[in-house]
């Protein structure tokens, strides 16, 4: 299984980004996918997560700026980011589980089995 993260870069604050994240060695269809932020010192923090059913969810830091989508087809889960702030510079990373698990452990490290590489996000003037 691999997944590869693009889309990063330097936004303005209140711009926008679109992160993918590319998976093989999967069926996609079958997997939930969940996207990660890091920043240098600290934990690794849920963004976001959806399902196999395409239900999405949020954290409360993230909700209604950002959006989880996925296509199939192509084996790619999105990140649209709006209304970008300093502080969602990070590390952007996706994650993929086969497991039909509670949300309670989807918004957390231990409930994906695999990772991509990260994508870096910059926001600042």
């Known amino acids: 299984v691999q997944l590869q993260a693009s889309g990063g870069g330097l936004v303005q604050p209140g711009g926008s980004l679109r992160l993918s994240c590319a998976a093989s060695?999967?069926?996609?269809?079958?997997?939930?996918m969940g996207w990660f932020r890091q920043v240098p010192g600290k934990e690794r923090e849920y963004v976001g997560a959806i399902r196999r059913s395409g239900n999405a969810y949020y954290s409360g830091s993230v909700k209604g700026r950002f959006t989880i989508s996925r296509d199939n087809a192509r084996s790619t889960v999105y990140l649209q980011m709006n209304y970008l702030k300093p502080e969602d510079t990070a590390v952007y990373f996706c994650?993929?589980?086969?497991?039909?698990?509670?949300?309670?452990?989807?918004?957390?490290?231990?409930?994906?089995?695999?990772w991509g590489q990260g994508t870096q996000v910059t926001v600042s003037s």
């Open positions: 060695g999967l069926t996609f269809s079958s997997y939930a």
């Open positions: 994650a993929a589980t086969p497991m039909s698990r509670i949300l309670s452990v989807l918004i957390t490290k231990d409930g994906y089995d695999y």
